[in-house]
């Protein structure tokens, strides 16, 4: 399947400030990260906080410009950004945010809302804009006659449903979800995900949804990236991941999600934090945390290696690491 947007070696670095006077220090926030999405495939990325993963998200989009690499949407680079190539290339790139009342204008009623991406690309006249807000909001699930309400009228659920509704707005082929769901209640969350699924169906989407939240990723995508300190160590299809974790970093994460029958069944627990952005360690980030860490894990950084039937990781112990099913 052709790849509907496609990264290579995506390098993104921040500088920091260390204290009130500090020198600033560089922070790779992305460090050479490479990955695809075939049409109506969904990617999910997850990882730790600090990571990377939303950072990567935007990237994709254009919005973090690459410092290194290079993203390919349909075939050709991604415009830089603020350019007029871009920003019609907007209307088939879109994002849902994960705080919807902050992506939201507290001073417009909805409707307005779900239609200003129609205004900025000039799809139809004003008839068909209007008829266009009015099935987005049927096909996310709110009522007529909420369009005139405001951001803070509305529930949790129902602002990230607008957020979605405005994404659509122009068909995109693309959307980006940042933790769109992590904010909300279960059942909330629940809704949301069918919603999501829903659209996909319907509309053919790509999707890359960002999420800490394994069960929603096991429940939603087709594929998963496991970032962790800017790259990613592990990747492949959904089912077989989480079935056999190959990274020991990969394992932690799966088995910390809970089991109802058993919650303590096969835990690992890492010990210590992530290394500080700012001061990584030399070869594996990973090894301060890892049991499986040796000599060659301190010195030399480990590249992605096939794993079989569709699967990579990154870590130098493979060839010795038996896949153990996890519970998830």
């Not at 129902?158 to 693309?174: F, H, K």
């Not at 999501?196 to 319907?202: A, P, T, V, Y």
Request: glycine share 10%; with cysteine.
């Amino acid at each position: 399947m052709s790849a509907l947007i496609e990264a290579e070696d995506l390098v993104r670095v921040y500088a920091t400030r260390q204290g009130l006077f500090g020198r600033a220090v560089p922070v790779r926030a992305v460090d050479g990260v490479s990955l695809r999405v075939a049409r109506g495939e969904t990617l999910g990325i997850v990882g730790e906080s600090g990571s990377g993963k939303s950072t990567l998200g935007r990237m994709l989009l254009g919005v973090d410009p690459a410092q290194g690499g290079v993203v390919r949407f349909d075939g050709a680079p991604l415009p830089d950004k603020g350019t007029p190539a871009w920003r019609a290339l907007r209307a088939r790139l879109q994002m849902v945010y994960q705080d919807p009342l902050a992506a939201l204008d507290r001073r417009l009623p909805i409707a307005r809302q779900i239609r200003e991406p129609l205004d900025i690309h000039a799809r139809g006249d004003d008839a068909a804009r209007r008829a266009r807000v009015a099935e987005l909001m049927q096909s996310v699930g709110l009522r007529a006659d909420q369009a005139g309400r405001y951001p803070h009228e509305l529930s949790g659920g129902q602002r990230q449903r607008v957020v979605i509704a405005r994404a659509l707005a122009c068909a995109p082929e693309l959307l980006v979800c940042d933790e769109p769901v992590s904010a909300l209640d279960v059942s909330i969350q629940a809704q949301v995900v069918n919603l999501l699924r829903g659209l996909r169906g319907e509309n053919g989407l790509a999707m890359v949804f960002i999420s800490h939240d394994l069960k929603v990723v096991r429940n939603l995508c087709d594929r998963v990236a496991v970032m962790y300190l800017g790259r990613i160590v592990e990747e492949g299809p959904v089912e077989r991941l989480f079935a056999a974790p190959r990274h020991p970093y990969t394992r932690a994460l799966i088995s910390s999600v809970p089991d109802p029958g058993q919650p303590l069944k096969g835990r690992i627990i890492l010990q210590g934090e992530p290394p500080n952005p700012a001061k990584r360690p030399p070869g594996c980030a990973f090894y301060p945390r890892c049991p499986q860490a040796s000599g060659i894990c301190r010195a030399e950084l480990p590249q992605m290696r096939a794993t079989g039937q569709g699967c990579r990781a990154a870590c130098h112990h493979l060839d010795g690491a038996d896949p153990v099913p996890q519970a998830a």
